[in-house]
């Protein structure tokens, strides 16, 4: 089983920068897909942006390209997401997943570790 841990977030104006970041622990495939997904109140939960260890599999929610850069240190098994340019509509919890493939897809379904998630709020 992979364990998540966020850290970062926090809150910020619109327009602003925050990072998140999410490691990655115990029994790790060799390959597997990182991802962050957000959840605003009453709102499923939506596809951020993904990437494999190669980085050759990445994908962004069309709302976040752009401004927000998904990132990875396969040394630190850790996964960030710089959030640039920030708006309001970004507010929400941001989880960490994975899964023990290198596609990367956009469904929540398709993964099996989260972590707690962790705040973002922007105001205006």
């Known amino acids: 089983q992979v364990q998540l841990v966020e850290s970062g977030g926090g809150s910020a104006q619109a327009g602003g920068s925050l990072r998140v970041s999410c490691e990655a622990s115990?029994?790790?495939?060799?390959?597997?897909?990182m991802a962050w997904f957000r959840q605003a109140p009453g709102k499923e939960r939506e596809g951020v942006a993904g990437i494999n260890n190669f980085g050759s599999t990445r994908y962004y929610l069309d709302s976040v390209k752009g401004r927000f850069t998904a990132s990875r240190d396969n040394a630190k098994n850790t996964l960030y997401l710089q959030m640039n340019s920030l708006k309001p509509e970004d507010t929400a919890k941001y989880y960490c997943a994975a899964r023990p493939y290198s596609l990367c897809t956009r469904d929540p379904m398709n993964y099996d570790d989260w972590g707690q998630g962790t705040q973002v709020t922007v105001s205006s």
């Open positions: 115990g029994k790790l495939p060799s390959l597997y897909c």
